[in-house]
């Protein structure tokens, strides 16, 4: 159990370390911003609580006390739980109501901080087993200190939950609405984590055994950080994920395009306006080299006009099973396959092609267009 335990922690530090490292990336043009000091704050508290987490797995004492490592963590969990609120406050709320809204979650974390020390030191916490801080063990001094610190959790994670619904409706702005239902779902994953740490509590003051089920509050705790890391850090990273997303999805495109694009260029080599051995154009030009393909495959599939013969089934008509526009992709392929095989021998079909447009699929847009003829050519090389 141990070992998951502690693989929880470090998955959950890791997380926190990634987003304040990208936060802190951006502290040139952000550090005199008050929501973006407090986001950093908030990210190094995540860090230190998570950091002594892993420290407490590791060993009965830190800097030579007894256990100090979980009061460290647990105090700065508090801390980060407010940080968390404060910054959706910034976020969502007029200012002078966050401002007074801010103080209330600052005297209530401090004086839950102190309840915290008073209650660790009353308790003995130094001279203790590390083990009754993960159940209590049944002492009473024990059990309120660790029901104090769930409340300090679960109670943040019922607001930040309760608030981020309505202000994701009432925000313009989409990155903003996406972290805060990131934030929400996180709020949800880490009560739940609470949930069941309460659970492991009680059961253990009344002297039952739930075994491996135990380790249920640990995994919560790291999904709902990573998740709550992802909420924090969204809204400056989800522009440049979408655009690694859009770059890799043109070159799947342009790499399944390939065999199409390379048949129907050489039975008409001139519909490539930069023909292979030509000065290469930069890969990281990718949108211009997608669109010359469509253009090629578009400019080789009129030449074979001649060859369709439009007296042939389509081989699409064959698989009544498959939907309608897998058989028409599949019809089309089939065509450009036989009219390539004509076009090679020569042989002109008395019922050609020879005009009109591309079946009942022109694509008014590019995005529609490289869709369309992608499963064209996924068709294409399945059947050729």
């Not at 990208?22 to 000091?37: I, K, V």
């Not at 655009?243 to 001139?270: N, Q, T, V």
């Given at each position: ?85 404060i910054i959706l406050l910034r976020w969502a709320t007029a200012t002078e109501e966050a401002a007074r809204r801010v103080r209330h979650w600052l005297i209530t974390g401090t004086a839950l901080s102190a ?98 089920w135990q380790l249920a509050s640990n995994v919560f705790s790291a999904a709902g950080i990573v998740l709550l890391s992802l909420g924090l ?152």
């Amino acid at each position: 159990m141990n070992t998951t335990r502690t693989l929880c922690f470090v998955i959950a530090a890791l997380s926190s370390y990634a987003a304040l490292a990208y936060r802190l990336c951006q502290a040139g043009r952000s550090r005199r911003d008050t929501a973006y000091r407090t986001l950093v704050v908030t990210l190094l508290l995540q860090c230190l609580t998570f950091t002594m987490g892993a420290v407490a797995m590791g060993g009965d004492s830190f800097l030579g006390v007894g256990n100090l490592a979980i009061l460290v963590m647990h105090v700065s969990a508090v801390a980060f739980c407010v940080s968390a609120q404060i910054i959706l406050l910034r976020w969502a709320t007029a200012t002078e109501e966050a401002a007074r809204r801010v103080r209330h979650w600052l005297i209530t974390g401090t004086a839950l901080s102190a309840l915290l020390i008073a209650l660790f030191f009353v308790a003995d916490g130094p001279g203790r087993p590390a083990t009754d801080f993960n159940t209590g063990s049944g002492q009473p001094l024990v059990l309120a200190y660790l029901l104090v610190f769930v409340v300090s959790q679960a109670v943040p994670c019922v607001t930040i939950f309760r608030q981020c619904g309505p202000y994701a409706r009432m925000t313009g702005k989409a990155s903003l609405r996406q972290a805060l239902r990131l934030l929400s779902v996180a709020a949800v994953v880490l009560f739940l984590y609470c949930t069941c740490r309460t659970v492991n509590i009680l059961t253990a003051a009344a002297g039952i055994d739930i075994g491996a089920w135990q380790l249920a509050s640990n995994v919560f705790s790291a999904a709902g950080i990573v998740l709550l890391s992802l909420g924090l850090t969204i809204s400056s990273w989800e522009a440049s994920a979408a655009k690694l997303l859009d770059w890799l999805r043109s070159y799947r495109s342009y790499r399944a395009l390939y065999p199409l694009w390379r048949d129907l260029y050489e039975a008409s080599p001139d519909i490539v306006l930069e023909p292979p051995g030509a000065a290469p154009v930069p890969v990281s030009d990718l949108n211009y080299r997608l669109h010359r393909r469509v253009i090629e495959i578009r400019d080789g599939w009129r030449d074979l006009r001649p060859y369709i013969d439009r007296s042939a089934a389509g081989a699409g008509e064959t698989d009544p099973g498959a939907g309608h526009e897998h058989r028409q992709a599949l019809a089309e392929a089939a065509q450009i396959r036989q009219a390539l095989q004509a076009k090679r021998t020569g042989t002109v079909p008395d019922h050609s092609k020879d005009a009109g447009g591309f079946e009942d699929r022109d694509p008014d847009n590019f995005t529609a267009e490289v869709a369309w003829l992608t499963q064209v050519a996924s068709v294409y090389r399945k059947i050729s």
